[in-house]
């Protein structure tokens, strides 16, 4: 199994050269979300935080990250973090929860309280600026109802 240390460099490549609209490089927010989880977590369930994105966002396939030696666990987590594009947001979600899986339903909200911290709408432009408020009112609350109401079930 490979290590979080060589998982944070196989993230580092697949996110290489892309920076989050605050211009942050982009592999900063995966590390952000692991690093929200317990230190009790699965090291498959703290890999899988740290690819979240990987399968969603880059040229990398589920069968890629297999191939670099990933768990198939790890890889199943992945998946269900990666929305399919012709699939709306809160529909995802409520797929999400309704799979029950505790530990990519954990991810998600370490990846939305991350995505929602204030000091990443800093560096905002003002039109990135409303586009994030919009969005964690409309997308980011509802998903987080959703997603607890599941971890209650």
């Known amino acids: ?16 050269g892309v920076v989050d609209k605050g211009g942050e490089p982009y592999w900063k927010h995966p590390a952000e979300v692991m690093s929200k989880l317990s230190d009790k977590a699965p090291m498959e369930v703290l890999q899988a935080a740290l690819l979240h994105d990987v399968i969603e966002d880059t040229v990398f396939t589920a069968q890629d990250l297999l191939d670099e030696g990933f768990s198939k666990r790890t890889v199943e987590i992945v998946e269900q973090l990666s929305r399919p594009r012709a699939l709306p947001y809160l529909t995802w979600i409520k797929t999400m929860a309704m799979n029950g899986d505790k530990d990519v339903i954990a991810i998600k909200l370490k ?12 560096n905002l432009s003002e039109n990135d600026s409303v586009w994030w408020r919009k969005r964690v009112e409309h997308i980011y609350k509802p998903a987080v109802a959703i997603l607890m109401d599941a971890l209650k079930k």
């Open 1 to 16: 199994m490979k290590t979080l240390a060589e998982t944070l460099v196989f993230v580092k490549k697949a996110h290489k």
């Open 111 to 122: 990846d939305i309280e991350h995505n929602t911290d204030e000091r990443r709408a800093e």
